[in-house]
């Protein structure tokens, strides 16, 4: 029996504006409310309320049809402030009692790799967003673009967490399959789930494009694909990005109409069922799995280079971090939130300069007209958030990079 276990990544971050070096020490609105809500309401529009009506049905009407979902805290405050009816309808999801709700980090950052205390701050806030709107207690983790390590996994267990999800990566697996439960190398009671990143991709990327020789896609040859599987493995993992539906797969593509089919497609296969993570984990690993360098979801390389893959992005970052002391001893809600805000990752993956120039998924994501823009944009809003902190602690004076010294940083990355 193979079971399909299908898991939503929903995420929206808060966008900067054009925050220009005339502006720091004199302005401290830092973010695009215009663009977040019209990317917003884009979004709800063609993707958030139509596949959650769709979803809501398959729930209702097919027995034993089950969904997973990591909602970012920045996504839900941005429903709450912009479109409340996404979030009602995610809500009527949840009181279907068929929809898993896993844990991540709320401002969906990097804090794992420079600030372990961060880290599980950040934990802690979705852990209480996901009880409050769904009266969830998630038992999953995910973490910010699926990056995992062993460590991080040992970390994690330490938490209590019962299951962790990662990448479905060749280059570890070798010659087992994705299709299992695994154990992470240097833990005892938690469990891997990874992602089958072909499958996944089928949908995720591949759907609608014409050259690819498996052009069109529909549920009655995926499913076949799935039903191969029957007899070497006990979960199939397709995890996606929620967008995938009507935004970057678009609706004149037939992505909606593929979704309707999929699940009555899966079920005529007397052996498939759907599960969620926790139930997916509740299986006996059939092995111990060593992933000892970070993995990720992202690119060929399946690393970091995405995000921290060059002096800008390095450089933003770090200096981001350390004024983590400072901020906190602030005491300052509202500048504290800002600073967290500034961790989303999505401000670090604007400035990669990977195929940049090949208008690949990288330029497709990105809001500025080059990286080296994302970089500018980014650092004078630092500039201005490390002058509000000092005049709240004085006595603390932040040595810390200046908007010329930012330039340098692109001069010397070019």
């Known amino acids: 029996m193979v079971n399909i276990c299908l898991y939503f990544q929903v995420h929206q971050p808060f966008r900067l504006r054009n925050y220009s070096v005339f502006e720091i020490g004199k302005n401290n609105e830092y973010f695009d409310s215009k663009k977040n809500i019209q990317t917003m309401l884009k979004v709800a529009e063609k993707c958030y309320l139509p596949m959650n009506r769709l979803l809501l049905d398959h729930l209702k009407n097919i027995d034993g049809f089950k969904v997973a979902f990591s909602i970012t805290g920045t996504a839900i405050e941005q429903f709450e402030k912009y479109c409340p009816e996404v979030l009602q309808s995610f809500k009527d999801l949840a009181a279907t009692g068929k929809v898993e709700f896993l844990s991540e980090t709320y401002y969906h950052s990097l804090s794992y790799l420079y600030s372990k205390q961060e880290f599980k701050d950040q934990i802690e806030m ?231 120039s090949d208008g690949d998924v990288h330029k497709y994501f990105n809001p500025y007209d080059s990286p080296y823009d994302g970089f500018i944009t980014f650092m004078n809003v630092l500039n201005d958030l490390m002058l509000r902190v000092n005049t709240l602690n004085p006595s603390k004076i932040n040595k810390y990079l200046s908007s010329s010294i930012a330039r340098n940083w692109i001069i010397s990355d070019q």
């Open 126 to 356: 979705h852990m209480a967003l996901m009880k409050k709107h769904f009266k969830a207690k998630p038992t999953v983790f995910r973490n910010t673009e699926l990056i995992y390590n062993n460590e991080m996994a040992a970390f994690v267990e330490k938490l209590g967490y019962k299951a962790m999800i990662a990448e479905g990566w060749d280059n570890y697996l070798q010659w087992r399959s994705p299709n299992f439960v695994y154990r992470p190398y240097g833990t005892s009671k938690i469990k891997l789930l990874l992602k089958n990143y072909r499958l996944s991709d089928d949908v995720a990327f591949r759907f609608s494009n014409k050259g690819w020789n498996e052009w069109p896609l529909t549920a009655e040859k995926y499913c076949k694909w799935l039903n191969s599987v029957n007899g070497n493995g006990t979960n199939i993992n397709l995890f996606m990005d929620y967008e995938t539906f009507g935004e970057h797969q678009w609706a004149d593509t037939g992505i909606f109409d593929f979704m309707k089919a999929f699940p009555y497609e899966v079920l005529k296969h007397p052996d498939n069922g759907f599960v969620t993570p926790s139930e997916a984990a509740k299986q006996e690993p059939v092995g111990e799995l060593d992933i000892p360098h970070v993995l990720s979801w992202a690119d060929l390389e399946r690393d970091l280079s995405a995000w921290l893959g060059n002096k800008m992005q390095n450089s933003a970052i770090s200096r981001l971090y350390q004024l983590e002391r400072s901020v906190m001893e602030t005491g300052n809600k509202e500048l504290i939130d800002t600073w967290r805000k500034l961790q989303t990752s999505d401000h670090f993956y604007y400035m990669s300069t990977k195929y940049f």
